[in-house]
């Protein structure tokens, strides 16, 4: 346990970091740390990433406010979005838990591993001129794409990052707004999801102590420990680095922890 402490530890270090940096809220990294650390433990479970999802969008509760909160004090979030898509949000994220709650884990890792390659791959390649609209979708266009968001983000126990900031980039934002505005999407996703995993019922056997739902108390804490340091260093060097180097780096780690992940599912 004190060599899972310490792993956790360096984590949630890293996690805050990429809250700040990326706005992702830390869950590309969450979800497959809290995967191998509970299997190399030998909780295993065929609801395990369950588990792993919800306590990653637990930690993204504490790591999404203070990102935002940072964000919100250098002027980089727009409001005016944030209102306008929270309620579609939230109702994607609540949907999301029931229709998790039902999967084997191994459907969540491919879930998760493909989502995260196709983000990567557009963040790669996609270029800074394309776009699908000059202003974010409203009315209707709003209502559908909002459910998704929060749907998707908590089938892969991330925040609204990942997702977010590909869809306000390709309606005209620029990336440190839409990084800074993605912070506030997800704290979006992640209070309904959370409360909803906690009354997730998996059973009690073989599952990590301190487990409430699909919530796990320990990881929980010691990630957010890590992460309310680190999360302000991330926040300051979203604001110093080029635009396109940002996005680069978004790129290559999103590739790299999705590429990471299909090989687990794949049984390698």
Not at 8 to 31: K, R, T
Not at 148 to 165: D, E, K, T
Not at 240 to 248: F, G, H, I, M, Y
Request: charge should be positive; include cysteine.
């Amino acid at each position: 346990m004190f060599e899972m402490a310490v792993a956790l530890m360096a984590v949630g270090g890293l996690a805050g970091i990429l809250a700040g940096l990326f706005g992702v809220g830390g869950g590309m990294v969450l979800v497959p740390a809290f995967y191998y650390a509970f299997t190399s433990l030998g909780f295993a479970h065929d609801k395990l990433m369950q588990i792993c999802l919800a306590t990653s969008l637990a930690t993204i509760v504490v790591t999404s406010l203070r990102s935002l909160t940072s964000h919100s004090k250098r002027g980089g979030v727009d409001w005016q979005v944030l209102r306008g898509w929270a309620p579609g949000i939230a109702v994607g994220a609540l949907t999301s838990v029931v229709f998790a709650a039902q999967l084997k884990s191994v459907t969540l890792q491919w879930i998760f591993g493909c989502l995260g390659m196709g983000i990567g791959l557009y963040m790669a390649f996609g270029r800074s001129d394309w776009r699908l609209a000059e202003q974010m979708p409203r009315g209707l266009r709003c209502w559908i794409l909002s459910p998704l968001v929060g749907f998707f983000s908590v089938l892969m126990g991330i925040g609204g990052g990942s997702l977010g900031v590909p869809i306000m980039t390709l309606h005209g934002m620029r990336i440190h707004q839409a990084i800074a505005t993605s912070s506030g999407f997800g704290l979006l996703i992640a209070v309904p999801s959370v409360v909803g995993f906690f009354f997730v019922a998996l059973g009690s056997e073989n599952l990590p102590p301190f487990t409430i739902g699909a919530v796990n108390l320990v990881a929980f804490g010691i990630i957010i420990a890590m992460t309310l340091i680190t999360t302000p260093i991330g926040v300051a060097l979203a604001h110093k680095l080029e635009a396109q180097r940002l996005k680069r780096y978004f790129a290559i780690f999103l590739v790299f922890v999705a590429l990471n992940m299909l090989r687990k599912a794949a049984g390698y």
